[in-house]
């Protein structure tokens, strides 16, 4: 069961590159949600879908885009990585009132 | 929005009880959740209370009280492999998962 996956699992990247983390998840769940963690901070949202083809924001959504085209996959973007979004990005999925199941998470390093 | 507050760290001996309160203000409850997280990994699910009360699993119990905004989880009998972050998260109607910053727990022999 390979639940929720997230690829890669670290990155480093120098200020102003792009890349896009992927999510995928195997159990056919409505919404999925990026999170971001730092250090006191706790897990922020950054975005999140309740199904297929439709995004909303979170908490924390500038700098970050996503994308929703197949059911399990909520794939997350940095346009322009800036040193600010050093961070360890944790994808989650749910459905209906279940709890949230996470992945094992990105960490992302901007140099 | 939410505003959660938790305690920042809590230290405990082996084979004592610990709880942890965490407090909330909310314009949309549908739920509250704890989730137990060891350092580099996911956050993994523990609890969830909608309705007032307390719901016992093992040897950790959360308890909910809407109108108090107000939650505790419970660990009994603390192990060493309980050191970790306990993370309070509420639910809005939306769905969507607010979380407070976490308690350290840890175990001392």
């Given at each position: 069961n390979a639940g929720v996956t997230q690829t890669p699992k670290f990155r480093v990247l120098k200020t102003g590159q792009s890349m896009t983390l992927l999510c995928a998840q195997?159990?056919?769940?409505?919404y999925m949600y990026w999170y971001r963690q730092d250090p006191g901070m706790g897990l922020r949202l950054i975005h999140y879908s309740v199904g297929e083809g439709t995004t909303a924001k979170g908490e924390v959504p500038d700098g970050y885009n996503v994308s929703?085209?197949?059911?399990q996959n909520f794939l997350l973007g940095l346009e322009s990585a800036a040193p600010s979004q050093t961070s360890v990005y944790f994808c989650a999925s749910a459905t209906g009132n279940q709890p949230q199941h996470f992945g094992d998470g990105t960490r992302l390093s901007i140099l | 929005g939410q505003n959660i507050d938790q305690p920042t760290e809590m230290t405990a001996t082996e084979g004592a009880i610990v709880q942890i309160n965490c407090t909330y203000q909310t314009s949309g409850f549908n739920g509250l959740f704890w989730y137990q997280q060891h350092a580099g990994e996911a956050p993994t699910f523990l609890s969830y209370n909608v309705l007032d009360g307390l719901e016992e699993k093992g040897r950790f119990s959360s308890f909910l009280s809407r109108s108090k905004g107000y939650s505790y989880l419970l660990l009994k009998e603390?192990?060493?492999?309980?050191?970790a972050s306990y993370l309070c998260a509420v639910r809005e109607r939306d769905y969507k998962l607010s979380f407070g910053a976490g308690t350290t727990v840890t175990v001392r022999a």
């Open positions: 195997d159990m056919n769940h409505e929703r085209l197949k059911k | 603390l192990q060493m492999k309980d050191s």
